[in-house]
């Protein structure tokens, strides 16, 4: 999670140059059109043609010991709405509902002076401290057990970060034991004395935090941070071989030491890891974007270049060592986020969950997630884990008061990639019109992504118009066997870009119906309207 030292870098434009055209990311995109006042585009769908198998934890979220994340948003035991383990239970309704599929925990820049013993054991005997990274005090009231209750009344599985900046290698691998050894060693005798009988058997391991970072406690060089992060998986998978261990990955594409940092790290821990991490946060922003919402809306193809970018470093130091292991990514941190910033470094005033990071989403910061989820989708073929930071309170798309929740915008497209995209990702040939984005290139009014599951036959079509003015018809081509039987036809639009959900507000920016799709002659028309997210299901 950036800091305020991290503004100078952020604030600087996002544009991804024009090496790298939009048509060249969004795959075989068919020649440019005129765009008119209502324009036409086409969409080929073979279920038979197809990326790649959809990994559930592509859609998984993040909870970090900041602000009002953890005490206040999931844990709150003075709260009438928390039941006897002091959890939020309207906040656990909700997850529960999404079905978000795992969890990073607990940071994020926190976890960098985090000492895990601190938040285990009998609660009166844990330490009040101070949080460096945010300037916040942590009453070590929620801990790694309290975590792992509640990730599993929730129905998620953990993303366990660890301390590889104060921290040791040695400390990393007692933690793996604490959680994951049954009985008769050291720590897993003591976290069965602090009453959990059984192991977590946490499988999923994040080696650090943004250690390129200058912000970061514990800050190094990519030698020295590779070098530890080998140390550390070596420990760690004496204790269980079976880890699945993400290594840091470039904190973003404005780094200074962007890309070169990724192979410095892999040329030193490549053969012990099975992972690297990528993060992003995106802004409309004068720096940004110009503020210009038909910019805004085509950011997301940044970060399909930021993933391409990646892939090739890593597949290239997977060339030098003939390495047989191909990695994959985990895009473990990625938002939209540029409202809440000024003073992160002192706003937390050494107080218990300060208000920090709490961004309030409007209707085109909603178009951009629907768009990074369509990222997200057909990168599925190298990006296996994915995590939208965060998930309650902290640039989140749940918030939480004394009495009750409420949605913001972002929460909607999410949710659809949580529920639809399911089974395999299709490679979808687009026939759009395009407009011109300075920095990117042509850009295809529609972002289209499709997913279809052999399992139950389900097929789902996900579509973003970044055309601010004019609705566009759609003609689905089926060049397999049609779907006719209409599960979901639903869209996210409005006429107010800037409009936003609120606790005396909450349903102004929520789903609507579309009118559902005509089949005839292997052709599936329909209409979006413009300036929308829209998601299409079919059943078998």
């Not at 998620?156 to 660890?162: E, F, I």
């Not at 070098?227 to 470039?250: E, H």
Request: some cysteine.
């Amino acid at each position: 999670m950036p800091s305020i030292e991290r503004r100078t870098f952020l604030q600087r434009s996002l544009a991804v140059g024009a090496g790298c055209s939009a048509e060249l990311l969004l795959g075989r995109l068919l020649p440019a059109q005129t765009a008119s006042r209502r324009t036409a585009a086409r969409i080929y769908l073979d279920t038979k043609r197809t990326v790649a198998p959809i990994d559930r934890n592509l859609f998984g979220s993040f909870l970090e010991h900041l602000g009002r994340a953890i005490y206040e948003g999931i844990y709150d035991p003075a709260s009438k709405l928390s039941d006897s383990h002091g959890f939020r239970k309207d906040v656990m309704d909700e997850i529960r509902t999404l079905g978000v599929p795992i969890i990073r925990y607990p940071g994020g820049n926190f976890v960098s002076g985090y000492d895990w013993l601190d938040g285990v054991g009998p609660k009166q005997n844990r330490p009040r401290v101070l949080d460096k990274a945010w300037n916040s005090i942590n009453s070590n009231q929620f801990g790694t057990d309290e975590f792992m209750a509640w990730c599993s009344a929730v129905g998620t599985q953990p993303l366990m970060g660890l301390n590889l900046g104060t921290g040791t290698p040695e400390q990393a691998a007692a933690l793996v034991e604490y959680c994951n050894v049954e009985k008769g060693t050291r720590w897993s005798e003591l976290r069965r004395k602090n009453g959990i009988a059984a192991p977590y058997k946490a499988q999923n391991w994040c080696l650090g935090n943004e250690m390129d970072g200058p912000w970061q406690i514990g800050h190094m060089t990519a030698k020295e941070y590779g070098y530890k992060a080998a140390d550390a998986a070596r420990q760690m998978r004496y204790v269980d071989p079976t880890l699945k261990l993400v290594a840091c990955g470039s904190s973003g594409p404005l780094m200074p030491t962007y890309l070169e940092w990724d192979r410095e790290v892999l040329e030193e821990c490549y053969e012990y890891v099975d992972a690297l991490s990528l993060h992003r946060y995106i802004g409309n922003t004068q720096q940004e974007t110009g503020t210009d919402s038909s910019k805004y809306l085509a950011m997301n193809l940044t970060m399909d270049r930021q993933i391409a970018e990646t892939v090739a470093v890593c597949d290239y130091v997977q060339g030098r060592k003939r390495s047989p292991k191909q990695l994959w990514l985990s895009f473990d941190e990625w938002n939209v986020w540029y409202r809440a910033r000024s003073g992160d470094a002192v706003n937390g005033r050494e107080q218990d969950a300060p208000h920090l990071l709490e961004e309030i989403y409007n209707l085109e910061d909603a178009l951009l997630v629907g768009g990074i989820v369509n990222t997200l989708l057909r990168n599925a073929n190298r990006v296996k884990l994915a995590c939208l930071a965060q998930l309650v309170n902290v640039i989140a798309p749940i918030m939480t008061n004394s009495n009750s929740l409420f949605r913001q915008t972002i929460y909607y497209p999410y949710s659809w990639g949580l529920q639809m995209a399911r089974g395999e990702v299709l490679n979808v040939l687009a026939d759009s019109p395009t407009y011109e984005v300075s920095g990117i290139g042509q850009v295809p009014y529609l972002d289209v992504t499709a997913t279809f599951s052999t399992e139950n036959g389900n097929a789902a079509l996900f579509i973003l118009n970044r055309d601010l003015s004019n609705s566009h018809e759609v003609d689905v081509v089926w060049e397999d066997a049609p779907h006719t039987r209409v599960l979901k036809s639903t869209v996210l639009t409005g006429s107010d870009l800037k409009a936003v959900n609120s606790f005396d507000s909450p349903t102004r920016v929520v789903p609507q119906d579309l009118n559902k799709p005509t089949t005839s002659g292997g052709h599936t028309k329909f209409e979006v309207p413009p300036r929308s997210y829209s998601v299409i299901q079919w059943g078998a």
